[in-house]
């Protein structure tokens, strides 16, 4: 009897044993397991910022190479391998990673390659009527409506208050429900848009591909976009002549048979050769040239790169900004 609640006794501690060490178990095994996890995303977070840092610094030294057979001059060459090439931009491989360098263009969707910011108003340098000018085409806002905001935006880098009367910007910062000081110096950021007065965050989404703070502040004419040209103080009419010469027989931005413009000075005789001008038209191209208004090159660069892991579904962007003057990427911003 009594050997028998022995074997009774040891089968019981056997069995809770058992159950403890399958506890154990099962305890490592889940901790193993999130390790494991965490390894896991830890290893794509750095293959995945190799593929992104590898596209961006190639395509900084595709533009550095393009610019230097160029002679540092825009052709039509330069625009089409820069701003519509599949074959360059599509897609870039590193091991079995790949990425693509695009941006999206007005009812054509997304065109492989990257995006000069010539093109664009610089916030740093143009004035209240060219920003006014600017809002109110791309925020389809009211002249008066447009050129309120635009005061807001060259406020918030002005020392000092305003001239404007009645407008009192320190004033309105400082009686926030959460106050800050205007930055009364230079943008260093699009992003402090969003803290000028006026500025929401839909008009912030829809202005920033027509400004930019990097380059020297003309504006390319061999890229600018109806906006911008708009923004300068061309009409409607002058505007689709520049574009229709621009774009060629093709009516297509950065294609083969692009018209590109050497000097600005000469932008209206080659404009006029293909389509007839009218004075007025002559003189609004002339008054551009007379305030420095106009160039033909461009030497920054936004690159918009999209990395994707192999058998993964895990993805990440980057926007940088590529100064071939400095040759340095001078922006990064990973979303």
Not at 193 to 213: A, E, Q
Not at 290 to 309: D, E, P
Not at 312 to 327: D, G, T
């Amino acid at each position: 009897m009594i050997l028998e609640k022995q074997k009774g006794f040891i089968l019981i501690f056997a069995l809770w044993v058992l159950c403890f060490l399958t506890v154990l178990a099962v305890g490592v095994a889940s901790s193993v397991r999130q390790k494991i996890v965490v390894l896991e995303k830890l290893d794509q977070r750095s293959r995945i910022s190799h593929v992104l840092e590898a596209a961006v610094k190639y395509s900084a030294s595709y533009i550095t190479n393009q610019l230097s057979h160029s002679n540092q001059t825009y052709s039509t060459n330069l625009k089409m391998n820069l701003h519509s090439n599949s074959e360059v931009f599509g897609q870039f491989g590193l091991a079995e990673d790949t990425a693509s360098i695009s941006y999206s263009v007005a009812d054509q969707g997304d065109c492989y390659g990257v995006v000069d910011e010539e093109r664009k108003i610089n916030l740093n340098v143009m004035s209240v009527s060219i920003l006014g000018r600017l809002i109110e085409r791309v925020l389809e806002e009211k002249p008066d409506a447009a050129r309120t905001l635009a005061e807001s935006i060259l406020d918030w880098r002005q020392l000092g208050e305003s001239q404007v009367s009645g407008f009192f910007s320190d004033e309105y910062y400082n009686n926030l429900e959460y106050p800050y000081a205007k930055k009364d110096a230079a943008y260093e950021t699009l992003d402090e848009l969003l803290l000028v007065k006026g500025m929401t965050k839909d008009k912030y989404l829809k202005l920033i591909n027509y400004v930019t703070i990097y380059g020297e502040g003309k504006v390319n004419i061999n890229t600018a976009s109806s906006q911008v040209l708009y923004a300068l103080g061309l009409e409607d009419s002058l505007i689709e002549k520049v574009i229709e010469v621009r774009q060629g027989q093709d009516k297509l931005e950065a294609s083969f048979d692009d018209h590109v413009f050497i000097k600005t000075f000469d932008v209206a005789t080659e404009i006029n050769n293909v389509i007839k001008l009218l004075p007025e038209e002559i003189q609004a191209i002339d008054a551009l040239n007379k305030q420095n208004l106009l160039t033909t090159n461009s030497y920054c660069f936004s690159i918009h790169t999209q990395a994707h892991l192999a058998h993964r579904s895990f993805s990440k962007e980057v926007h940088a900004i590529f100064s071939s003057r400095e040759n340095k990427i001078v922006y990064w911003k990973e979303r």
